[in-house]
């Protein structure tokens, strides 16, 4: 009885400790879901100014995995191409999905198992040329018609 009284004191939390968690700003990991050779981005800016990335808007990241370039040996000549982008690469990309649930005008709410985003170039044409899994409407409604004419599905 005594131990999980003392155990108890260890676990709780301080006061200092607390207001650190509220101001650590983590920022999470993004599931990149085209053939440009990114698998995990991680945001570092907000094209829209705001605070928060919202479903349809356009963003600043860096690549934190990439699929490995293929070496001379790793199969017949040709077989494989080269990613297109690279570890440690900053590009824009493009959030078509989010845990944040996002309220739609009909009253229903639409969120997402996972922070998914489809890499785009300067120009903002996206960088692969096949999107694996679906996206949200509500890029249909922000204008991209291009990204949301390669998805499988629209949700």
Known sequence: ML????????????????????????????????????????????????????????IVCVVKRARPVPTATSGPKGTQAAPKVKKGEVHRALIVRTRKENRRLDGT???????????????????????????????????WAKIVSMAPKVV
């Open 109 to 143: 709410f639409v969120r997402f198992d996972d922070n998914a985003v489809v890499m785009l170039n300067k120009q903002g044409q996206p960088l692969g040329n096949r999107v694996m899994g679906v996206i949200a409407a509500e890029c249909r409604q922000k204008r």
């Open 3 to 58: 131990q999980l009284k003392s155990l108890a004191k260890v676990t709780a939390p301080t006061q200092s400790s607390h207001l650190f968690a509220l101001t650590t700003d983590d920022p999470f990991p993004n599931q990149v879901i085209d053939n440009s050779g990114a698998l995990v981005v991680e945001c570092i800016n907000v094209l829209s100014g705001a605070r928060f990335a919202h479903l349809g808007d356009e």
